[in-house]
């Protein structure tokens, strides 16, 4: 069973900047793709960024120009620097795998088979 661990979270005021990590427990992390989600209060858990094994990115356009995901295989982990950032950007933050390489539906939450168990994000106006 692959582990997937984040840190990284806390509280910043608006404008601030965060990082968060993603650390996976297996050697093959630099074959999967990876995901990160959110998920705010009394909502759904939502697409934020993610990254395809050949390091292709994909972004919801809210965070677009704000928020980078990058990837260090040699480290097993996965990032994802937030600038600029809001109260609306308050959530839970979550990463997720993909082992199986494909990248159609890296968008939705049924495109990965690993989470972890998230972090939070606290952006105060």
């Known amino acids: 069973q692959v582990q997937l661990v984040e840190s990284g979270g806390g509280l910043v005021q608006a404008g601030g900047s965060l990082r968060l990590s993603c650390a996976a427990s297996t050697r093959t992390f630099s074959s999967y793709g990876v995901g990160w989600f959110r998920q705010a209060p009394g909502k759904e858990r939502d697409f934020v960024a993610a990254i395809t094994r050949s390091g292709r990115t994909y972004y919801t356009d809210s965070v677009k120009g704000r928020f980078t995901i990058s990837r260090d295989n040699a480290k097993n982990t996965v990032y994802l620097q937030m600038n600029s950032l809001k109260p609306e950007d308050t959530a839970v933050y979550y990463c997720?795998?993909?082992?199986?390489?494909?990248?159609?539906?890296?968008?939705?939450?049924?495109?990965?088979?690993?989470w972890g168990q998230g972090t939070q994000v606290t952006v105060s106006s």
């Open positions: 997720a795998g993909n082992p199986w390489g494909t990248t159609a539906s890296m968008r939705t939450r049924e495109g990965y088979l690993y």
